[in-house]
């Protein structure tokens, strides 16, 4: 689906299903510690809030397995909640549906934790249960532990996980989307006949890596289809983006990068013949508000005092596959001089920092933790700029516990919506309807 202008930006909660929920959140800070991930009249409280405020989706990520690659163990991970313990943001997801109206709902589900047939099938039920308000953010896991425990010898290598999450996709594209047609469901009772046979046909799918002979079993949905979030930065990343994202997570440093992101990307899906109108670029923004400007400020400082820099390093070694523990981590960065070669992986985010005196466990602290704070006034103001920058909405991540998203909204959101960056109603209609409404 393509469009012309968005008339406002689109908001999503990004989250996850555990204890701290977003990466880098300590769920032991005060604004986190009275909110029970495993409690669903909290999380009722919450999705009821975000549509309450016009959010277009609540967004959770999610990971397979346990972070284990520092020190070569998970004591870190489960000791600290480190993106662990793990719920399944799908079945949130359901318990959610009858709680909400219009808000989407979009959760992260690896192709490697199932088979395309059956997840079809329940992405479809999930779809019919919430009047097609799903989405699902495509994810190729780089955790070892998950592929470990879900039977593999090894990690794949990056190609192979695209290649993987490819031809899943396709599968479950193909199931959802070709099985059926649109009139295959009749219901005529008395004939007897709840659906045309000649109207359902097997999809035939024969693959390098699954063969699916039949026909998809759950009859088309209101989307057919969910909405297809994609979030990947590396090369492979963002040609499967390209290919086949609605809607791609990027987590640039700043505008400019945004700008120079999404100036990639309309060449990348120019070539799958697609245009820039038919993907959403949503940036990962973490933003503290408050009344006052020095208010904003305590609570940012309050913030850094409970960041553990093992939790960060925990989180960082498994995703960037090395174990940071190996180097020398309290080594001011001023010290290396100009030489980052033997860094490798580590040379952007040494260059990142402003100040040289900081160490590289200064620095893996603030990953996932670099944000925003001010006013009302200031937050708009920032948002602005992504918006300049050809942004269209944001995945908003609130690092002070799900208090500092009621602050968001109770603060931030009469001004967004006031100048016109936020919407004030929802559109009629399924998720993607309303995404790209405009």
Request: hydrophobic letters at 40%; one cysteine or more.
């Amino acid at each position: 689906m393509a469009v012309t202008k968005r008339s406002n930006m689109r908001f999503c909660l990004f989250t996850a299903f555990t204890p701290g929920g977003p990466v880098g959140a300590p769920w032991y800070h005060p604004g986190a510690r009275d909110f029970d991930y495993l409690n669903l009249d909290h999380q009722t409280k919450l999705a009821q809030a975000l549509e309450g405020a016009f959010f277009d989706a609540i967004f959770w990520a999610d990971f397979s397995g346990v972070h284990d690659t520092y020190k070569n163990s998970y004591a870190t991970s489960v000791r600290e909640a480190v993106q662990f313990p793990l719920g399944d943001p799908l079945i949130l997801a359901g318990a959610l549906a009858g709680a909400t109206e219009n808000l989407g709902l979009v959760f992260s589900a690896n192709v490697i934790q199932d088979h395309p047939y059956s997840f079809s099938r329940r992405i479809a039920t999930l779809d019919h249960l919430t009047r097609g308000r799903v989405g699902w953010n495509v994810v190729t896991s780089y955790q070892k532990s998950a592929w470990l425990n879900l039977g593999f010898d090894s990690v794949a290598n990056h190609a192979e996980r695209y290649g993987r999450g490819q031809e899943f996709l396709d599968v479950v594209r193909q199931l959802l989307t070709e099985s059926w047609d649109d009139a295959a469901v009749v219901r005529d009772v008395d004939r007897r006949v709840y659906a045309d046979p000649e109207l359902v046909r097997p999809i035939e799918h024969s693959g390098e890596r699954f063969r699916v002979p039949g026909i998809g079993v759950t009859e088309p949905s209101p989307q057919r289809m969910p909405v297809v979030f994609v979030a990947g930065s590396s090369d492979d990343g963002r040609e499967f983006s390209a290919r086949n994202a609605e809607a791609a997570f990027i987590t640039a440093r700043n505008p400019d990068g945004a700008a120079a992101w999404l100036k990639d990307m309309t060449g990348r899906l120019s070539n799958y013949g697609r245009t820039r109108d038919e993907l959403l670029a949503m940036q990962y923004v973490s933003m503290i508000v408050a009344s006052t400007e020095e208010e904003a400020k305590r609570k940012s400082e309050e913030l850094d005092e409970y960041l553990s820099s093992e939790a960060a390093l925990a989180f960082t070694s498994s995703t960037a596959g090395v174990d940071m523990s190996e180097i020398e981590l309290d080594r001011p960065l001023g010290d290396f001089g100009n030489d980052f070669a033997q860094l490798g992986i580590f040379k952007a985010m040494a260059e990142s920092a402003k100040d040289k005196t900081w160490t590289f466990r200064d620095v893996v602290t603030r990953i996932g933790s670099n944000r925003f704070i001010g006013t009302p006034e200031q937050i708009a103001d920032e948002i602005e700029k992504w918006r300049e920058a050809g942004v269209d909405g944001i995945n908003l991540s609130s690092l002070d516990g799900v208090e500092g998203t009621f602050n968001f909204i109770e603060h931030a959101v009469p001004v967004l919506q006031k100048r016109g960056l936020m919407q004030t109603e929802y559109t009629e209609g399924t998720l993607r309807d309303k995404l790209f409404r405009r």
